[in-house]
């Protein structure tokens, strides 16, 4: 994981620095977004990801984002149908918090609701969180109890198939998905 996100990061970094600049220029600072995940074993990190949406746009509302968000920016939508808000996190696998593949981080508080509502859904923690995974490459973006249920199975499918031919049939789905602006 540190050997493949410290190549992904240097082969990015004229994208992330020009990315960065029109977040900038475009919309001001800050350029980089934080928000607590929950990691392996349930610790919670920083993730890391480029601001897509106006700053404070938490005090806006704290929901799901869909189509039309008037909280997201002109280059947001860009960069989240690029996938390249998610470049950031090259870091957070460096630091250790997340791994290429796995299942994605969640929020604490979603963490929390969705153990109380879905049996086994904390068994996703058992692995480190992703920047990609079989949930990403096989279903669309979901915001429901519902779709968070069948992510869960895809990623209960992923952990317990873990190998590496699985995990280059996710990072070249991946790569399919972003090429065709499938956002992530």
Not at 83 to 91: T, V, W
Not at 107 to 125: G, S
Not at 149 to 168: E, F, G, V
Request: one cysteine or more.
């Amino acid at each position: 994981d540190i050997v493949v996100a410290s190549l992904l990061l240097a082969l990015t970094l004229p994208i992330i620095v020009c990315v960065a600049a029109v977040i900038v220029v475009t919309d001001g600072r800050p350029v980089f977004f934080k928000q607590v995940r929950m990691g392996m074993h349930g610790i919670p990190f920083e993730m890391f990801k480029f601001r897509s949406m106006i700053v404070n746009a938490a005090n806006v509302g704290s929901y799901a984002t869909s189509d039309g968000d008037p909280r997201i920016t002109g280059i947001g939508k860009i960069i989240r149908r690029t996938s390249l808000d998610e470049l950031p996190q090259l870091i957070n696998v460096i630091r250790g918090d997340m791994s290429i593949v796995g299942p994605r981080p969640e929020r604490p508080e979603h963490i929390k609701r969705l153990t109380e509502k879905i049996p086994f859904y904390r068994t996703r923690l058992v692995i480190r969180p992703g920047l990609t995974g079989w949930a990403q490459v096989r279903y669309n973006y979901g915001s429901t109890d519902e779709d968070a249920l069948i992510k869960l199975q895809y990623d209960l499918y992923y952990i317990r198939h873990q190998s590496i031919l699985l995990d280059l049939n996710i990072i070249l789905r991946t790569v399919y998905k972003v090429i065709q602006m499938g956002g992530m």
